[in-house]
């Protein structure tokens, strides 16, 4: 354990919530961890209150999110020319999705919804997971684009090229969600599920999403960028880091 005269910051990402025979294990080192830390960072003022870990060192939580470079999202002339070419492929409304293909991310209740959607749209699958040949049998859509992984600096131009940024996760293993901070920055609007106790819907404020309508999700789009700019860029949160470990210094 760290010497005493150590200040101790524990960054809780995640409480284990899934694997509870493996919980059951690691849960007296995680209680001795948060008894013995001088502060606790969480991304959300959402996730502490509900943790059962957490909530009984609500004094000892700092809310300090996670955050995105700008930099990477850059629309420059390049991203210009790869967003042309991809909406040339997919000249229908783009709703795009990318992430571990688990249980938890929910993409299966994505799938779910295909019969319903009304608006002629290309459904883009990117990345893969135990699930990706599964989901493959059993929602044989045509419209659905299985991309398999895509590179890191591809991502912004799927993002600038689509309409709406599928987020269908459903349990607190999502704890926050980077890459939809990502899809917001790039004014880009989300359909979220309600997660209790998830710093999801924190950070997507939870609004009417049309895929047919083009100026009501333009308008969210611009809200969701603001937003990133004002709570969730590297210049807000850095900050923010350096004024807590000052303050532990005092």
């Excluded at 938890?104 to 319903?116: M, Q």
């Excluded at 709406?164 to 890459?179: M, W």
Aim: hydrophobic letters at 40%; glycine letters at 4%; one cysteine or more.
């Amino acid at each position: 354990m760290v010497p005493k005269n150590i200040k101790l910051v524990v960054h809780w990402h995640s409480d284990v919530v899934a694997q509870k025979s493996i919980h059951k294990l690691v849960k007296p080192i995680e209680l001795k961890l948060v008894k013995r830390a001088d502060a606790i960072i969480t991304t959300s003022p959402l996730y502490g209150p509900a943790s059962d870990i957490l909530r009984l060192y609500q004094k000892k939580i700092f809310v300090i999110a996670s955050a995105i470079e700008k930099k990477n999202f850059t629309y420059d002339d390049a991203t210009e020319r790869k967003v042309k070419k991809l909406k040339a492929i997919y000249p229908y409304k783009i709703v795009f999705f990318i992430g571990r293909h688990v249980e938890y991310k929910g993409i299966r209740y994505l799938f779910d919804s295909v019969p319903h959607i009304k608006t002629p749209c290309h459904i883009l699958i990117a990345g893969d997971g135990p699930l990706t040949e599964d989901l493959k049998k059993k929602y044989n859509y045509e419209n659905i684009v299985w991309l398999g992984r895509i590179a890191d600096e591809d991502v912004k131009s799927y993002l600038y090229a689509s309409d709406i940024f599928a987020f269908p996760s459903v349990s607190r293993n999502e704890a926050f969600g980077l890459v939809l901070a990502e899809a917001m920055y790039c004014q880009l609007p989300a359909i979220t599920f309600t997660i209790d106790g998830s710093g999801v819907n924190w950070v997507s404020l939870n609004s009417e999403k049309l895929l047919s309508n083009d100026a009501l999700r333009d308008q969210y789009g611009r809200n969701a960028k603001r937003r990133v700019e004002e709570n969730f860029l590297m210049e807000i949160v850095g900050p923010q880091y350096n004024q807590l470990y000052k303050s532990l210094k005092s």
